[in-house]
């Protein structure tokens, strides 16, 4: 099946500090991206759809000016966190709809555990 | 309003039986329903899809329905396994290049 590359892993940061989560469509070109938010033993939260070459939608509640989206290509999307605080530390996981398959697949990458100190 | 349920929150079946999972949504009218299966700490893995005109997928042994009139999906793992314990996720787009809307998920054991 597709798959979708979520990098770093695991990353631990300093309070007030920005980290960069890169999410990566390897066999398909992905127009549209969304990035989510879980807490433990929660459900996904959809944060914000990313889309290609323009700007990104932010779900009720997202702090654009927080949560910087950007997807620059189609296989690419980045969620920058700013100036980090630890409430910000969570499970971000990204998801790619490959459009080329029937139905519109989505995919999601492993997610990226945020630690904020 | 509009809502995506699923069934229970746990489900705990012995090995060797078949494991039915039921997702009901309310106010929607998907073009499709994927299922997926999340471990914790990790992403979800992509599973089944399903789109309006179908009645039903398998998957080895995985079987989906999907009753339009009843809005109502269910999810069947056959000869379940412990290696099938998981959270199960059902999730459907309305239309387009809508995201996913998710249930809360329905964690499964399976007891050797």
């Known amino acids: 099946g597709a798959v979708v590359s979520q990098h770093p892993s695991r990353v631990i940061c300093k309070s007030g500090t920005s980290v960069k989560i890169e999410c990566r469509s390897l066999d398909f070109q992905a127009t549209t991206m969304f990035w989510y938010r879980q807490f433990p033993k929660k459900s996904l939260m959809l944060m914000a759809t990313s889309n290609e070459g323009s700007k990104a939608t932010y779900e009720q509640g997202v702090e654009k000016d927080k949560f910087l989206i950007n997807h620059a290509s189609l296989t690419l999307s980045t969620l920058t966190v700013t100036s980090a605080h630890p409430e910000d530390s969570s499970f971000y996981i990204c998801?790619?709809?490959?459009?080329?398959?029937?139905?519109?697949?989505?995919?999601f990458g492993e997610g990226s555990w945020l630690t904020v100190v | 309003s509009q809502k995506i349920e699923q069934n229970s929150e746990a489900l705990n079946i012995q090995e060797g039986k078949t494991a039915t999972l039921t997702c009901n949504y309310t106010n929607y009218s998907p073009a499709y329903l994927q299922w997926y299966r999340q471990d914790p700490g990790r992403g979800p893995v992509f599973l089944l899809l399903i789109r309006e005109n179908e009645k039903e997928k398998r998957k080895e042994r995985l079987k989906v329905t999907f009753d339009t009139t009843l809005k109502q999906s269910l999810f069947h793992i056959t000869a379940s396994q412990p290696a099938d314990s998981a959270t199960y996720l059902c999730?459907?787009?309305?239309?387009?290049?809508?995201?996913?809307?998710f249930g809360k998920g329905t964690r499964l054991s399976v007891i050797a």
């Open positions: 998801s790619a709809r490959d459009s080329g398959t029937q139905g519109n697949t989505i995919y």
């Open positions: 999730a459907l787009v309305n239309s387009g290049n809508t995201p996913l809307v």
